[in-house]
């Protein structure tokens, strides 16, 4: 079994003893119950991690370990970036929760024409905080030092030049009908920044699939059948990390 992961803000240490407390520390000791002689890795969540031995506890929050030394993991290339339109309830929250065990690299919550969901005001913010929480933890629970960013909201122009910019995008979509390639057989870069767009469960609209398609965006599908909004993101991921060459 890999070490379990913690999240500090910093790695300032006092010789080799780090001092994990906080509510982290406080999972340790408490619930993990970690003990004497047990690995783990403390990770700033942007790559920069230190796997070090625990010595020991103090009350029931705070775990002492031995960090002899930091490391920082590369970021990956390509990059791949999630343009998720807002599900219904908390399907988005399980969309970020299995697109970051996945090994996704940006999250774009997207307010397309047909979502449901609206994100407004207060509202907004609380449900923008969750995603950003549940990508925290899933990557604390995936062992990943390198957590996904979740974005601030985009509109459908924001997420245009957003695919403007990508060395590849595509609109994943349900038309069949609409001209269309494979996500399995199109071609990728080796390097630079992969943009993908789910749409909501009523679909892409024409007008939003036409303005993607001009940004430079193409129309693709994952296979014969339809996907939930929920579970198209992290498909498309997991495809994407096994042809770039991120799974070998």
Do not use: N
């Amino acid at each position: 079994m890999t070490a379990p992961v913690f999240v500090v803000e910093h790695f300032r240490t006092d010789g080799a003893r780090y001092v994990l407390d906080g509510p982290e520390g406080r999972h340790a000791v408490s619930v993990k119950r970690l003990e004497p002689g047990e690995e783990v890795v403390l990770t700033d969540g942007a790559g920069r991690y230190a796997v070090c031995e625990v010595v020991g506890t103090e009350g029931k929050d705070r775990l002492i370990v031995h960090l002899a030394s930091v490391a920082e993991e590369p970021p990956p290339s390509p990059r791949i970036t999630v343009v998720q339109a807002l599900p219904k309830g908390d399907r988005g929250e399980l969309a970020v929760e299995t697109m970051t065990e996945t090994g996704v690299d940006r999250i774009v919550p997207w307010q397309a024409s047909r979502c449901i969901t609206q994100w407004k005001g207060e509202r907004g913010l609380k449900a923008l905080g969750k995603w950003r929480s549940t990508a925290r933890e899933a990557g604390k629970q995936s062992r990943r030092v390198r957590f996904p960013e979740v974005a601030d909201t985009a509109t459908t122009k924001q997420v245009a030049a957003l695919l403007a910019r990508a060395d590849f995008a595509a609109v994943l979509h349900s038309d069949f009908a609409h001209e269309s390639i494979p996500l399995a057989t199109a071609e990728l870069p080796s390097e630079g920044e992969i943009v993908l767009v789910v749409g909501p469960e009523g679909g892409v609209s024409r007008d939003e699939l036409a303005l993607f398609e001009e940004a430079g965006a193409r129309a693709c599908v994952l296979g014969p059948s339809v996907l939930r909004t929920s579970t198209a993101g992290t498909a498309a991921t997991a495809l994407l990390l096994g042809r770039t060459g991120r799974w070998s």
